[in-house]
């Protein structure tokens, strides 16, 4: 049955000639602006979001500890920290959009909780940050620390941190501000020496007092396709006040540094008293403190503006069999998958998984070689097996311990053992 020309929507009164669609009802008709609009308000009233606070949908730590538990395995006290942190930090970012809005005034102001991770490479440093920006649905972006330099000098400004962060927000300034910077290899830029020099360091200390600024909070001119290439380009101003950063590094030798605080190699004999108290030399690393940090060559300011500090513990042999298999998005299930779409059935035979951890360990690859292991033990599958797009027919690859020691073999990762 045709419907009538007059017919309007019982919502915005809008004719049916006027809309791209009216639906029909019991009792009226609605329109598919309508319909949109109804999906935005029910999405918001969902998320708990308004226009005061934004979009960002806030989780308690145990919340967000429960989802990075999901992608990293172990790492509890890492987790712990890095969840209390965030929390505390976007908390501070909601309220301070509450008081702008509302024009109240308050004696406490909360400081920022930037965060510093230490950890040998391959611990999850960056994955966890990553993975916490991914459940907030914030824009976040990972800076390389050793490639910066003081403005005017070889290499990239501090700004250009910012410019990432703005390509990952769409070049949106408002919502770059609420986003998470990681800045990777932090103990790459530790003062070269305490003695002074004719010469400026311009990559260590230099781009420390470049950060100082950013860490703390302030409007930087952003150049959004980066500074240098296009001087022409119209600046951004980015609000740095609410951008939570993030920074990691391995510092190697800091150890050594805990070892001499703690003074682990004073000879003598230990009473029944000090059992409590014993200090595990195997991973001094969960004992690092600010202390630690200035004497490896990070300066006073930039430890205070990176308050959180935080410890990633050495991967064993029963981690590195778990984040195998265990994590959402785990090394293991996406080669499955990519088996999957060539209607290819892949089975690891029971040992596989324990015998590829062992490698990990004896090359000292860490987490992120196992994916590099994986390529290496499948890549002649990989090449071989795939069939013609149209061809449905559904096979099995097995593999067992003696086909992964073959491949591994024929790679030059066996040569990577360490010493």
């Not at 300011?301 to 590195?320: A, Y």
């Amino acid at each position: 049955m045709a419907k009538k020309e007059s017919e309007h929507c019982s919502f915005c009164g809008r004719e049916r000639k006027n809309v791209n669609m009216l639906i029909s009802g019991i009792e009226g008709n609605i329109c598919d602006y309508c319909v949109k609009q109804a999906y935005e308000i029910v999405g918001e009233e969902l998320t708990g979001s308004d226009d005061e606070a934004g979009t960002l949908v806030l989780k308690r730590p145990k919340e967000i500890k429960a989802y990075l538990d999901q992608y990293v395995i172990g790492q509890d006290q890492a987790k712990k920290v890095l969840s209390v942190a965030v929390y505390n930090h976007y908390k501070r970012v909601i309220e301070l959009s509450k008081k702008k809005s509302r024009e109240t005034d308050t004696d406490v102001e909360i400081e920022k909780s930037n965060i510093i991770l230490v950890g040998e490479t391959g611990t999850g440093k960056t994955l966890m940050a990553r993975t916490i920006a991914k459940m907030l649905d914030v824009p976040f972006c990972i800076a390389d620390a050793t490639v910066l330099t003081e403005a005017g000098y070889v290499g990239e400004d501090v700004e250009s941190i910012l410019s990432r962060l703005l390509q990952a927000s769409d070049y949106d300034p408002e919502k770059a501000q609420k986003g998470i910077v990681f800045i990777d290899e932090i103990d790459k830029i530790a003062r070269k020496s305490d003695n002074p020099s004719i010469t400026r360091d311009v990559s260590g200390e230099g781009v420390q007092q470049a950060l100082l600024k950013l860490l703390e909070g302030t409007v930087v001119n952003v150049p959004p396709e980066g500074g240098r290439k296009h001087p022409e380009q119209k600046m951004v101003q980015v609000n740095t006040e609410n951008i939570m950063f993030i920074a990691g590094g391995a510092f190697d030798g800091i150890d050594k540094k805990i070892a001499s605080r703690l003074r682990t190699n004073v000879i003598g004999f230990s009473t029944g008293e000090d059992e409590e108290n014993v200090i595990d030399r195997d991973n001094l690393l969960q004992y690092v403190a600010p202390q630690d940090l200035k004497s490896f060559g990070l300066i006073p300011e930039i430890v205070g503006r990176l308050p959180v500090v935080s410890f990633m513990n050495p991967l064993d042999k029963g981690t590195l069999r778990q984040i195998l298999t265990e994590p959402k998005n785990s090394v293991i299930k996406q080669f499955k998958y990519l088996f999957e779409l060539d209607n290819i059935h892949l089975i690891f035979e029971e040992g596989v998984y324990d015998y590829i951890a062992d490698k990990a360990i004896e090359y000292g690859l860490g987490a992120r070689g196992l994916r590099s292991m994986l390529e290496a033990i499948l890549n002649d599958a990989m090449f071989e097996m795939p069939l013609e797009t149209n061809d449905s027919k559904e096979r099995e690859l097995r593999i067992d311990i003696s086909y992964v020691h073959n491949q591994l073999q024929k790679t030059n990762i066996a040569k990577l053992k360490v010493a």
